[in-house]
């Protein structure tokens, strides 16, 4: 090979080479690729459900972008916008949510993976993230939800525990210049499914278990929103069709009350 060639074959692998860490695009195409393929979106598109036996015949495609996500050091990370790294931690915990999935398939639930004592699912260190042995409940408490870090409770819309209960996984990657977007989108699509988040009848409003675990996201001042009340406000005519119920909503004057949350892993086959 002459000189020229080989300056050339140099200057292609550069062109071309990872954008980001050990070859982490900043589009997530890989992950998104496998979303598009696999996930099923149903409720008229509020909720999705996920084709586990078929994903399992792309795990290697899934582990090759995995092992990306792994490369990425904490240095490299803390340089990114916050957007970025905000879409790096959501499709991180997602992707390696569905290779937990995989990695026990085929089960009825996530809880069947371990115990809450023992070998917690989400507890459980099995990868390596920013430069350390890492888990589930790492990335969603002790980096999203941080206080002071991230400051948006719209990351509950975006994670998924691969149960039916929880909000959608979405049938897309999430991307730094579509975050807002994104985010916005999940919330509408979660509180729009009258079987997680509803007015009743009797004009209670009837909602997810993840506005009383997380109460205090929703209390934190985010967008001046001060309470739950307040923030379910904005969204009232998502919750219910009657025209009085939507004004209660919206005064903030309807009693909370909170559905039991199903734990049913949402696979297509379930």
């Known amino acids: 090979m002459n000189r020229f060639a080989a300056v050339l074959l140099c200057f292609a692998a550069l062109s071309t080479g990872?954008?980001?860490g050990q070859g982490v695009d900043p589009a997530h195409k890989t992950w998104d690729g496998l979303l598009k393929k696999h996930v099923v979106l149903t409720a008229g598109g509020s909720a999705s459900q996920v084709r586990y036996a078929e994903f399992a015949k792309d795990r290697a495609a899934l582990k090759a972008y995995l092992d990306a996500l792994s490369g990425v050091a904490d240095t490299e990370f803390k340089g990114w916008p916050r957007a970025q790294q905000m879409a790096f931690l959501i499709n991180a915990y997602n992707a390696f949510t569905v290779e937990l999935i995989l990695a026990n398939y085929p089960l009825k639930s996530i809880k069947d993976i371990g115990s809450d004592l023992f070998n917690n699912r989400w507890k459980k260190k099995f990868f390596k993230l920013l430069g350390q042995d890492s888990y589930l409940d790492q990335i969603e408490h002790e980096i999203l939800r941080k206080p002071g870090s991230y400051n948006e409770p719209r990351v509950h819309y975006a994670i998924n525990c691969a149960a039916i209960g929880c909000p959608m996984l979405r049938e897309e990657a999430y991307v730094a210049e579509r975050l807002e977007a994104q985010l916005e989108?999940?919330?509408?699509?979660?509180?729009?499914?009258?079987?997680?988040?509803?007015v009743s009848a009797q004009g209670k409003l009837e909602v997810s278990k993840?506005?009383?675990w997380f109460k205090e996201d929703w209390s934190s001042g985010y967008q001046g929103i001060q309470s739950r009340e307040k923030y379910f406000a904005k969204y009232a005519k998502l919750l219910t069709d009657n025209p009085d119920h939507q004004k209660l909503v919206a005064e903030g004057k309807t009693p909370l009350a909170f559905l039991d949350y199903d734990w049913t892993l949402n696979d297509v086959r379930r």
């Open 185 to 198: 989108e999940q919330a509408v699509r979660f509180l729009s499914d009258r079987s997680r988040n509803r």
């Open 18 to 20: 990872p954008a980001l």
């Open 210 to 212: 993840i506005f009383d």
